[in-house]
């Protein structure tokens, strides 16, 4: 395949699917043209399989995308995916098709940022406001097959200063600072952060285990499920798991200011499931922790670890 006549470099930051739809709009393709040509195009959703084809087309290095396009795989019965250089439990932790923006950022540097698409990572955090996830003039949510990076398919400007940007309390900036310092720093060498002031806990875990624990103590599944029925919608929207976060920290924080917080209907079963399917060795063990610190029940402490291979116990990452 010939690549495209207009070449633009990818920034540090970007995603692969904004960094698509930048390059594609400036040549004037549009982006579902560029999906036909994927293997995964019935799919609708570009993954790391289709690196090597967005490399041709557009002579970025194929390890650019294949960082930043989902890798999912199935290790030891548990669905699992590989993206950012991490591991994430189930593909259901990306945006995929419900994509979301921080406005300020769009108008700013014209570029998608790669941690937008972590249903995980809800406001932006240099901006400190809930990002956007639907269309002001259309109502509808932001699609990865737009016309381009700041058009709508209805044709309005998604980044608009119409509709109000919500500011973010503190222990949320706290855990999108951390996370996106997660995605895009080099970790080797441990920094003390906001977030691990506010919930100790978070320290050592990879970041899907992170989101976890927050997720176990905002009560995990039910908790998920619920919002998403009583917001009527089939997917989560960001305001909806920015106030998912933000209880889960806050009954993270608790055992810190001496109160005891009842535990959520979810929390038992999503910690016992995190204790034996968490993605790294100390993942596991943080959740395995707070099971017993919780005092739960035998049912829930006998959830036996998954350590498919000892050799797991000393890797801390990929
Ligand atoms: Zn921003
Ligand atoms: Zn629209």
Partial sequence: ??????SAPPRQPESASGYMLRVLSLNGA?????????RTARSMRPLASDAELFAELTGVPVAW???????????????????????W???????????????VCLREQGIARLEWDLMAYPACH?????????CWSCGRAISPRRPSLEVCNCGGFIAAATGETAAIDPALQAWVAWLSMQLLTD??????????????????LSPDGAFRLIYSFAGGGKAFCGEQMLGGKTWLSSA????????????????????????KAGTPSALAEQAEAGVTAWDRAVAA?????????????????RCPQQQELFEDSL
């Fill in 89 to 103: 439990r189930s593909a259901w932790l990306l945006r995929d098709l419900h994509q979301q923006v921080c406005p």
């Fill in 65 to 87: 995308f294949h960082n930043r396009l989902p890798a999912p795989h199935t290790r030891d019965r548990w669905r699992e995916v590989d993206l950012f250089g991490r591991r």
């Fill in 126 to 134: 240099i901006h400190k406001v809930l990002l956007q996830d639907m």
């Fill in 1 to 6: 395949m010939s690549p495209l006549p207009i």
């Fill in 30 to 38: 549009h982006v579902k043209e560029a999906m036909a040509y994927c």
């Fill in 240 to 263: 909806q798991m920015a106030g998912l976060l933000r209880d889960g920290l806050a009954a993270l924080q608790a055992p810190a200011r001496g109160v005891l917080l009842p535990t």
């Fill in 187 to 204: 970790c080797s060498a441990p920094q003390p952060t906001d977030l691990e002031r506010i919930a100790p806990q978070v320290r050592g």
């Fill in 289 to 305: 922790r707070e099971v017993r610190r919780l005092k739960l029940g035998r049912r829930w402490r006998n959830a036996v670890p």
